[in-house]
């Protein structure tokens, strides 16, 4: 590759524009030498032709041949379908993107090359939008290595983006004064960072060998372990309340509870006193499964807080669990003289006024609420502790804002989270927490039984639950999310609704979807949770909902849609009270092997953590903690189930190069650059 003059700026790559400038900032690059970390996420094979005839699976493939003809599908949405012709036989094209001058240029074209998944439909074979090159003389030549595919943004097709990574390759490595930071003992038998960024972005015929991955890998997860560190340590050098606690009030507050402290409770809340008697902010992860007792220890550090003179605030990501912890706090500091606040979105007028300056007063003592407490009229008079329920629901940014509301310290931190965090996950996202882990539940928690049952027998089930609830119990069925449409959720759990009433009609039935109102979704489930209804028909919004000891049975439709984790934390919703609880996976028809093994694992592990790791394997670390939604853990080579050997390595190299500032602005520059605001904080 020949080398040429680098570029210093974006615009001075060839055929960047303004326009063009912007669609790379949105991915975070600023600088041409960025392009060289912005690395492909899969590879295409685009160096054989095949067929028509020879296809048999939905693979992409490479096809060669000419359009001979067209017409527009009628249809509120336009359509071209195209004829395409090969030696073999012929397929229609679809496209909803064309201009007539396009189809034009494609009809003229000597030939054309077709790459896109082939379907079969309507009795033939057919592909939807396939990338197309038209040839007005006798194709090139093949590509003789895998065409990468990189993460991109509107406005930044693949071609180019290849384009501009290639300009830059050409500069060479000297050009770009890439430093080898790793030092000889840690680099061993991996190759050096240029051959290693050439061979991801210049593949031979076959992947990427692995010691260039795990090259990469290892500076990428490095940079994020020491990004980490650097905020923890900014942290700590931070001011923080230092708060002892109150042996008095604690044994007031647990004389009125009806039942004890298991041991792994009492060993968490010995963890969490010894940080917050520290000058310095807590910053605390505590894991604990669905109905372990999180709540509960999260009270006890709320009352060392509080008896301090300090306000605490607690943050639920919805209205119906955050009154559910209004309720259960209320009762519980209420006797010991303590005033909690409510404070949401459906807080209005007046209401909103006198929360508003309670708060800001200090008389509001535990404040709890969602979203609204990031609000900037939100004001505390004196903030010591801040509790976060269900952390991976809440953006980086959010999170943030109610961390700066302390006035004059920074307050402590507890972030509460059902969904377990594998290991691995834990050694790279939340490397700035210490994690404290609630791994028994309380005596009297029931084991659920937990059955697979095909989505063609829902009428014997139906059946089954009148004979349970005879018994007194009460149901939960739950409608997952389709194609991420809340709308056709909603539809379809109106649907199983009026199913189940038509079926039991003597039965008393409820419906909850994520299109009601807020106050009319906290009627039904306040009716549910008082026993008025027997059947409470949901969409996935009460993975996260009320405490309902009474409920024993839980039905979930499709279950293949969800990941292990949010199943076993819907699971978690039953098997509170005394009653025998069960969990009806209602699983659809033409599952594939991997799917059903992933239902049997469910069906046979009652295990969170067991679960997660699976997850964590099978979905990837953006749909364990929730991070597909909130950006967090932008990992771009390195991926956990495959790199989590590296991690002893990678915590060991952090401690030592942490004091070195050079080393550590070079790789957080390479890695991290200007996406750090996505990164966890």
């Known amino acids: 590759m020949p080398h040429t003059r680098p570029p210093d700026r974006l615009d001075a790559l060839r055929g960047v524009g303004p326009k063009l400038t912007e669609a790379l900032h949105r991915l975070g ?10 690395l492909p996420s899969r590879y295409e094979d685009r160096t054989q032709l095949s067929t028509l005839a020879q296809l048999r699976t939905a693979s992409p493939v490479l096809l060669e041949g000419r359009i001979v003809g067209h017409h527009l599908a009628p249809g509120r949405r336009p359509q071209a379908v195209l004829a395409f012709q090969d030696l073999s036989g012929r397929a229609r094209i679809r496209l909803f993107h064309f201009s007539r001058a396009y189809l034009q240029t494609l009809e003229r074209a ?56 290639v300009q830059v390759l050409a500069a060479g490595p000297d050009a770009w004064a890439l430093e ?47 990004l980490l560190m650097e905020r923890r340590q900014r942290l700590r050098a931070a001011q923080a309340p230092a708060c002892t606690a109150s042996p008095a009030a604690r044994r007031e507050l647990l004389s009125r509870l009806p039942f004890s402290l ?41 009352l060392t807080v509080l008896r301090q003179g300090h306000q605490v605030a607690l ?39 006198h929360t508003l300056e309670v708060i800001a007063s200090g008389q509001a003592q535990m404040v709890i609420g969602t979203h609204a407490l990031f609000q900037e009229q939100v004001v505390f008079a004196k903030l010591g502790l801040v509790i976060i329920d269900e952390q991976h629901r809440f953006g980086v940014a959010q999170r943030l804002q109610l961390h ?38 309380p005596p009297g928690r029931t084991p659920i039984d937990t059955r697979l049952v095909a989505q063609a027998r829902d009428q014997d089930v139906m059946t089954r639950l009148d004979a349970q609830l005879n018994d007194g119990g009460q149901v939960y069925w739950v409608c997952t999310l389709i194609e991420e449409s809340e709308q056709l959720a909603a539809e379809a759990a109106q649907t199983r ?64 849609r969800l990941g292990l984790a949010q199943l076993h934390q819907l699971r978690g919703r039953v098997g509170r009270g ?12 033409e599952l594939g092997r991997e799917t059903m093994d992933r239902l049997t694992l469910i069906r046979d592990t009652l295990d969170g953590f067991a679960l997660a790791e699976a997850d964590l394997r099978l979905r990837g670390p953006g749909e364990v903690s929730g991070t597909r939604q909130t950006g967090e853990l932008m990992l771009r080579v390195a991926r956990l189930d495959l790199h989590s050997h590296l991690l002893e390595e990678v915590a060991d190299l952090a401690h030592s190069l942490a004091a070195d500032e050079h080393i550590k602005t070079q790789l957080l520059d390479r890695w991290i650059g200007h996406r750090e605001s996505f990164a966890h904080v």
Request: net charge negative.
């Open 578 to 589: 005394r009653r025998e609880s069960y969990c009806i996976l209602l699983y659809g028809s």
């Open 262 to 302: 298991t041991a792994a409770q009492q060993r968490v809340i010995a963890e969490i006193d010894a940080d917050l008697a520290q000058p310095e902010p807590m910053m605390r992860l505590l894991q604990g499964d669905v109905g372990s007792g999180k709540t509960l220890v999260a009270a006890m550090a709320a």
């Open 315 to 353: 943050m639920a990501p919805t209205e119906l669990l955050a009154e559910q912890h209004v309720r259960e706090f209320t009762q519980w500091f209420t006797p010991l003289g303590i005033a909690v606040q409510w404070l949401a979105g459906s807080v209005k007028g007046r209401s909103r006024q």
């Open 404 to 441: 700066e509301k302390g006035v004059g310290t920074v307050p402590h931190q507890l972030i509460m989270t059902a969904t377990p965090i594998p290991r691995t996950l834990a050694m790279t996202q939340f490397a700035d927490l210490d994690v404290s882990v609630i791994d028994t539940l």
């Open 29 to 38: 690059i600023r600088h041409p030498k960025d392009l060289l970390f912005h």
């Open 110 to 165: 000597v030939a054309v090359r077709v790459f896109g998944e082939p379907r079969w439909a309507q009795g033939g074979i057919e592909f939807i939008h396939p990338e197309i090159q038209a040839f007005r003389d006798s194709p090139p030549e093949l590509d003789d290595s895998l065409t990468p595919v990189y993460p991109t943004t509107e406005g930044l097709t693949q071609p180019r983006l290849r384009d501009l990574i």
């Open 497 to 560: 609704a009026q199913k189940l009433s038509e079926h039991l009609p003597h039965r008393r039935i409820g419906l909850v979807h994520g299109r009601m109102r807020s106050e009319d979704k906290a009627t039904v489930m306040q009716a549910f949770a008082e026993g008025v209804l027997d059947i409470l028909v949901a969409t996935t919004v009460i993975e996260v909902g009320v405490n309902v000891p009474n409920a024993n049975i839980m039905v979930i439709e499709n279950p293949e």
């Open 180 to 226: 080898e930071l790793l030092s000889e003992s840690h680099r061993n038998t991996r190759p050096p960072l240029w051959d290693a960024l050439l061979a991801l972005h210049c593949p031979a015929r076959h992947t990427p060998s692995t010691p260039c991955v795990e090259r990469l890998a290892l500076e990428e997860l490095l940079a994020h372990r020491l």
